[in-house]
């Protein structure tokens, strides 16, 4: 089955620019997601198609993919964007939804 | 505004079938282009993956829970079920509804989120 592999956790202070990486056997030919979830809350999608932002969400968001990594940046970092991000893809081969394990993010 | 809302019992015992129901509001399961979707989460854990239902009815369930798995639509009354059969305390998890967005087999992706509701095996 297809894995993701997120880091655990990325520490940063305000202002400065996170950098949340997806491992993936080549990745870079498949769509990414990435998804916010405070603490209590629902996820919700901050990244679809690689680099497009939903309605609402800050342009501080963004996303790249290629090769076998995915990212999701956040530019100058917030208090209110400490949470837990997640990847996801579609894996055609086993025809599932796979998310990754999820990086929480510290705004120091 | 598109609201999906999830229903259901938050304990069932070890052997018996959890069901819970997502009331869609402002959108209709019939119309093409989502997936209506099923998703769960262990306490202080990732995010899990359960199937969903297409807007023709076409089902793709996680395999590692497909012999215990269903879920249907009910048009008529725009929800979509889920149903769980012989549920253990592994199963123990929040149970989130979820509207997938879909361009292609390939680009779906999870657009809009029900709260969540908690349910507990336990006896």
């Known amino acids: 089955s297809y894995v993701l592999t997120q880091p655990p956790s990325v520490s940063l202070a305000p202002g400065q620019t996170a950098k949340i990486t997806c491992g993936g056997n080549?990745?870079?030919?498949?769509?990414v997601h990435w998804y916010q979830q405070k603490s209590g809350q629902a996820p919700v999608l901050v990244v679809y198609?690689?680099?497009d932002r939903p309605s609402g969400i800050p342009e501080r968001f963004s996303g790249s993919n290629s090769g076998n990594t995915a990212t999701l940046t956040i530019s100058r970092v917030e208090a209110g964007d400490e949470a837990d991000y997640y990847c996801?893809?579609?894996?055609?081969?086993?025809?599932?939804?796979?998310f990754g394990g999820g990086t929480k993010v510290t705004v120091l | 505004q598109v609201e999906l809302q999830e229903s259901g019992p938050g304990l069932v015992k070890p052997s018996q079938t959890l069901s819970l129901t997502c009331t869609v509001s402002?959108?209709?399961?019939?119309?093409?282009?989502?997936?209506w979707s099923w998703i769960r989460q262990y306490p202080g854990k990732g995010l899990e993956w359960i199937g969903y239902?297409?807007?023709?009815?076409?089902?793709y369930y996680n395999s590692s829970l497909k012999s215990r798995l269903s879920i249907s639509t009910d048009t008529s009354k725009n929800q979509f079920s889920l149903r769980l059969n012989s549920v253990t305390a592994a199963d123990t998890a929040v149970y989130y509804c979820?509207?997938?967005?879909?361009?292609?087999?390939?680009?779906?992706?999870?657009?809009?989120w029900g709260q969540g509701t908690l349910v507990t095996v336990s006896s």
């Open positions: 979820a509207r997938a967005a879909v361009v292609a087999a390939a680009h779906n992706w999870f657009d809009l």
């Open positions: 402002g959108a209709s399961t019939s119309s093409g282009g989502y997936y």
């Open positions: 239902i297409s807007y023709s009815g076409k089902t």
């Open positions: 080549i990745i870079g030919s498949k769509s």
């Open positions: 198609n690689d680099n």
């Open positions: 996801q893809v579609w894996d055609s081969s086993s025809e599932h939804v796979v």
